[in-house]
């Protein structure tokens, strides 16, 4: 697939991030955007972050302004982790994109294969019933109801 094929390291000139013709042509290929768009789209993001990596602190902002509760917290390290495909603690233009336009759109296998990494907190290639609890109580504090301890409990005994 695109994402497969687009390497997840952008391209550097003069410390500064450029985007290279393969991975523009990856992400118009994944995103469904044309490539000016995508072009445009990285432009926006150095502009925000001009060594082209969003910090944690970044992405929290980020994540304040699109779910502003303060339970949202709870979800943005989890929600972080997918996007910082490398593991490398930031998240460059082209993770950035990728996880963007995948969790809109992509492929069914694409799109549960990026769920998954939400669940599997430890990045070991299962999810336990500890990672699944934490979650759903995360997420239940994000959605408001009842009384989350109970709330996770109930749905992992199922």
Partial sequence: TAVQSCNTRMGSKNGKPVLRDEDIAALSKSSGL?????????????????????????????????????????????????????????????????????????????????????????????ISKKEMNKLIKDMYGLLKTEDPNIAAKKLVAK
Wanted: proline fraction near 4%; hydrophobic fraction near 40%.
């Fill in 34 to 126: 044309n490539e000016a768009q995508v072009k445009e789209s990285f432009n926006a993001f150095v502009a925000e972050h001009p060594n082209g990596k969003m910090k944690p602190k970044d992405f929290r902002e980020m994540m304040a302004k699109a779910v502003p509760t303060k339970d949202a917290s709870k979800m943005e390290k989890h929600v972080f982790r997918i996007y910082d495909a490398n593991n490398d603690g930031v998240i460059d233009f082209t993770e950035f994109m990728l996880i963007f336009f995948i969790m809109s759109e992509g492929a069914p296998e694409e799109v549960l294969t990026k769920i998954f990494r939400v669940f599997d907190v430890n990045s070991d290639g299962t």
